[in-house]
């Protein structure tokens, strides 16, 4: 039934910022950045006044650009994407940061090259509620493994490949 997934996708406070991590200190690639302020979106997310400002990043994989030759988007179309939405009206309220929260999520990456990755996190000022350690149990026994948190408090695993 279900086909493909075509994107996650976070509510952040500051889009700017958390771009800055997904693209300058992940490397994942920026795709577009655009403000919906369409009726359908405020039918669909349920928020009568709702105006959005969301940028699209590829996310790793093998599939190729969601974009077409002449630059708009192909939904449902090359690799999967990670969405983050700033809801430029109404402003919401941030929910709980702890991990063990109903309704919290985290976003997993493979790394190739765990060491630099945690360098890269540091020099950015990550905050980890992981020190990097080895999976010691289970079918990533022998893994390295931390958990951060992006600019907006959103988990971010990584993990060797």
Avoid: C
Wanted: aromatic share 6%; charged share 25%; no cysteine.
């Amino acid at each position: 039934m279900l086909s493909k997934v075509d994107h996650v996708a976070f509510v952040v406070k500051d889009l700017d910022r958390e771009i800055a991590f997904y693209r300058d200190v992940l490397g994942l690639e920026f795709i577009l950045r655009r403000i919906w302020d369409e009726d359908y979106v405020r039918q669909m997310v349920g928020i009568p006044d709702a105006v959005l400002d969301i940028a699209l990043l590829k996310l790793p994989g093998k599939e190729g650009s969601p974009l077409a030759e002449d630059g708009s988007l192909r939904p449902g179309k090359g690799d999967a994407m990670l969405e983050l939405i700033e809801y430029k009206q109404p402003k919401g309220n941030p929910v709980a940061e702890s991990p063990n929260t109903p309704g919290n999520a985290h976003i997993a990456f493979l790394v190739d090259d765990m060491d630099s990755v945690i360098a890269r996190l540091r020099e950015a000022n990550t905050t980890f509620i992981s020190k990097p350690l080895e999976v010691a149990a289970g079918p990533n026994k022998g893994r390295q493994v931390t958990y951060v948190r992006d600019p907006d408090g959103i988990i971010v695993q990584l993990m060797q490949s």
